[in-house]
């Protein structure tokens, strides 16, 4: 792989330890990857931040980093973490994982890394351009940059992330290419989706068959065009969770959908002149995968809604189903609720009166974490709730959870 003068001198340690560790991850990354050069990235956004995935030698890796006085190039934003940054004693966050995750944010904070800890960073300021090459880990946000922005970004991981948030670059291979964005198969939804829990049961069919193909979706019978941002999300992220999709593309919708070479395909029904391989999805298909996303007909512990994070339209969602069931005060849910959303959507979400509506029916609205990197195993949650393909997916091995899958309003209706 072809390197600067400058960047050599990096690779060979006169600009110090941290950043010599650095490029030598990127480069060996891009050459393992056939990348021909190192090109600039306009973003990052670094996973790996909760105590419960990172541990301990996660934590000494990045005080060692933070200790080094190095900060990051490009503007970085931070993947959740494993609480609420804000309220964790009144979450009954347990108290040694607290300090540790304390700890662990201070040294990010130290980097100049913007401590807003979401999965959606383009809803809170971290937004690519069309185009623009970027540097993410959190494979919903990756999903979500390159499918609806048109961003281009592989799927990467912390520690690469955060390398080229030190170095502002990254390897050119993957998805940074044109010949690596083009479908690999096409896939016609006939059944109406009328939900995000439908968008994500058809994301966890369909990424368990394209596995880290390119799927080019095009939907027959419904409204992917009323609230798409929130669908894409939905549907993006289960994609990614269920097989490992970093790019799909929906037919008249998404923006490289529309370029030529790619929209050439979306004839489902025509000759196959381009030997793509072409799937069908019917309503029977996305109702048997609602059965097997649900583990339990027990009622749920905690009802757990927003993976990836909500927008404030799903949290307006959950309040209308509060207001509608006359919830307050003294007519709260029987179990507990959490809508997980960046301090962002958070922030406006008080301003509405989203907040105080879901904290008087006993739900919270919890920042900076969420269901998955959570340890939720060690508070007692056993039984969850969701309406995310991704969460559902995720459960059952991450926090050894059961699963009850559905829309919101089914969800909220199981905690009534
Ligand atoms: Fe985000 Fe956690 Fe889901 S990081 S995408 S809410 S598993």
Same mark, same amino acid.
């Given at each position: ?19 010599? !560790? ?25 996973? *790996? ?33 494993? !609480? ?31 401590? *807003? ?51 502002? &670059? ?56 009323? *609230? ?95 207001? &509608? ?26 301003? !509405? ?61 199981? *905690?009534?």
């Amino acid at each position: 792989m072809y390197i600067t003068k400058e960047e050599e001198k990096i690779y060979n340690g006169e600009y110090g330890e941290v950043l010599e !560790m650095a490029m030598n991850l990127l480069v060996s990354l891009g050459e393992i990857y056939g990348a021909e050069k190192l090109i600039p990235v306009s973003s990052v956004q670094v996973s *790996g931040v909760s105590y419960k995935t990172i541990g301990e030698e996660g934590l000494n890796f990045l005080r060692d980093i933070s200790n080094s006085g190095i900060k990051v190039s490009v503007p970085t934003t931070l993947n959740p973490a494993g !609480m609420d940054l804000c309220n964790y004693y009144e979450l009954n966050f347990p108290k040694n994982f607290v300090k540790k995750q304390l700890e662990i944010i201070e040294y990010f904070k130290k980097m100049g890394i913007e401590i *807003g800890c979401t999965c959606t960073p383009y809803l809170s300021g971290n937004i690519p351009m069309y185009g623009d090459h970027i540097a993410w880990a959190e494979s919903s946000a990756v999903s979500y940059a390159n499918s609806v922005i048109g961003a281009r970004t592989n799927r990467e991981g912390g520690p690469s992330a955060l390398a080229s948030a030190l170095l502002g &670059k990254t390897p050119l291979y993957g998805y940074h290419l044109d010949e690596n964005r083009v479908p690999t198969h096409v896939v016609k939804v006939e059944g109406r989706l009328n939900n995000l829990s439908d968008y994500g049961a058809l994301g966890s069919i369909v990424g368990g068959i394209v596995k880290n193909g390119v799927p080019y979706f095009i939907f027959k019978n419904s409204d992917i065009h009323h *609230g798409k941002y929130n669908k894409l999300k939905s549907l993006g992220a289960s994609l990614a969770a269920s097989g490992g999709v970093a790019l799909y593309h929906v037919d008249s919708l998404t923006p490289e959908s529309k370029i030529g070479k790619i929209n050439k395909i979306n004839n489902f029904d025509g000759d196959n002149k381009n030997n793509i391989e072409k799937i069908t999805i019917t309503k029977e298909d996305i109702r048997e995968e609602y059965s097997k996303l649900n583990t339990t007909d027990e009622k749920p512990d905690l009802i757990s809604i927003g993976c990836p994070h909500c927008s404030l339209e799903e949290i307006k969602e959950v309040v209308d189903f509060i207001l &509608k069931n006359n919830l307050n005060k003294s007519n709260k849910f029987k179990c507990d609720l959490w809508v997980y959303a960046s301090i962002h959507i958070r922030a406006i979400a008080d301003r !509405m009166g989203y907040t105080k509506i879901i904290e008087n029916a006993g739900g919270k609205i919890v920042c900076d974490t969420c269901m998955v990197v959570a340890p939720i195993e060690d508070m007692g949650y056993k039984n969850i709730g969701t309406n995310s393909g991704k969460a559902a997916k995720y459960l059952p091995s991450f926090c050894n959870s059961n699963v009850i899958y559905g829309s919101i309003n089914d969800i909220l209706k199981k *905690g009534l």
